[in-house]
């Protein structure tokens, strides 16, 4: 009999080391997959419009980044956590340079998506630009 109650409690402690050590790697994977969505390099293109030549430019987020007439700076990049239809957004704010009268008014100023730039266009007469990658 001592020995048949052994083994209930040796099975019991089992299925609770069994249980949290699962849990332990799921919060793990769990933490690990939230951590990968976020980037901290942002890749954008840009069109001039009247020399009709694109630009990859690579922006590491909250850092400034000047091209040619523009300021852009890109403060955060998200990755969607489905790989079927992925969708990469962005926190962008681009100012232009030549207009001196209103350094603060941003030309954009918003979250860009790279498969539907149209939801919040970038709106000026020489650039075009839109979300390219996030990493």
């Known amino acids: 009999m001592v020995l048949k109650r052994n083994i209930q409690v040796g099975k019991n402690s089992l299925k609770l080391i069994f249980l949290v050590l699962s849990f332990y790697f799921w919060s793990i994977i769990n933490l690990n997959s939230q951590n990968n969505l976020d980037g901290s390099f942002t890749d954008i293109k840009i069109l001039d419009k009247i020399s009709s ?18 300021s852009i ?3 955060k990049c998200k990755n969607s956590e489905f790989d079927d239809n992925p969708e990469i957004t962005a926190y962008i704010q681009v100012r232009d340079l030549t ?11 918003g979250w860009m998506f790279s498969s539907s730039p149209s939801i919040t266009p970038f709106d000026h007469p020489v650039y075009d630009v839109w979300l390219v990658s996030c990493y």
């Open 53 to 70: 030549k694109n630009t990859l430019l690579k922006l590491k987020n909250g850092e400034l980044e000047k091209f040619k007439d523009l």
């Open 73 to 75: 700076k890109s403060l």
């Open 99 to 109: 207009n001196k009268n209103n350094d603060e008014v941003f030309v954009f100023n």
